[in-house]
């Protein structure tokens, strides 16, 4: 009997922790798969996917710079992928049809709210950012019904597209758009959408959207506290997170979506955390 195979497709890709999380998972649940990494030429993205459905693949996530890439080359996608604009989780379905799913919205909220007891529910969030990123979280958050959202991204039109995209869903939260140094009062939760972090960094944001009890999430992650981390405890933020955990989290739901099983993810994150 031969494993399934699965795959995280990108470029680059060898710093990908996809294939550790995902070998962890079917070693917690029992599942017959091998999760590999696949480096795809940047201009032949689709050729790599077909191939690997045509010998036999199962599923694959996929990275920078494809998401949006796979999103088009889709025949059917699922919801959330649809208004995300981009794809991390491909599979064929029982017809064949190349399927697109988004796994990243649920995996930030799943996060904050399961594994670190964050409520949105009737917050104030602020969000940075107007990219990909940005764009593929939005609903999930909106779907959580806090009392506002606030879209602060360097290129105000940028911010204004999404509220209009997202106007529908908002039913209720106040969704806006800003530039970054128009905020001035504390929120309840500032997510950094923005990979300025990686490159040290850092929206030119007003320190005094940093309250006492405000929760900073950074998307990014990193070995130390990310940039952006830093200087939300500087300011003196007691309730910081990165985005190692959305990783472990987006990924197990693509195993749901692929395996029909969902992993445990506590015990993956803290693995990682020690790796």
Known sequence: M???LYAVVGHPISHSKSPRIHSLFAQQTGEALEYTAIQAPLDDFAGTVTEFFDRGG???????????????LAAQRTARAEKAGAANTLY???QGRLTADNTDGCGLVRDLTVNHGVGLAG??????????????????LL?????????????LAK???LVQLFAPEAAGVALSACGFTEPDQPFDVIINGTSASLQGDLPPLSPAVIGIDTVVYDMMYALQTTTFNQWALDQGARHV??????LVEQAAESFRVWRGVRPRSEPVIEVLRND
């Open 58 to 72: 199962k599923g694959l996530n996929v990275t920078v710079p494809f998401k949006e890439q796979a999103w088009q």
């Open 241 to 246: 997170h990165d985005g190692l955990g959305m």
């Open 143 to 155: 779907a959580e019904r806090p009392a506002s959202v606030t879209i602060a991204n360097r290129t």
């Open 123 to 140: 917050a104030r969030i602020l969000v940075l950012g107007a990219g990909g990123a940005v764009r593929g979280v939005l609903e999930p």
């Open 2 to 4: 031969t494993n399934d």
């Open 159 to 161: 911010a204004e597209t």
């Open 92 to 94: 064929r379905d029982d």
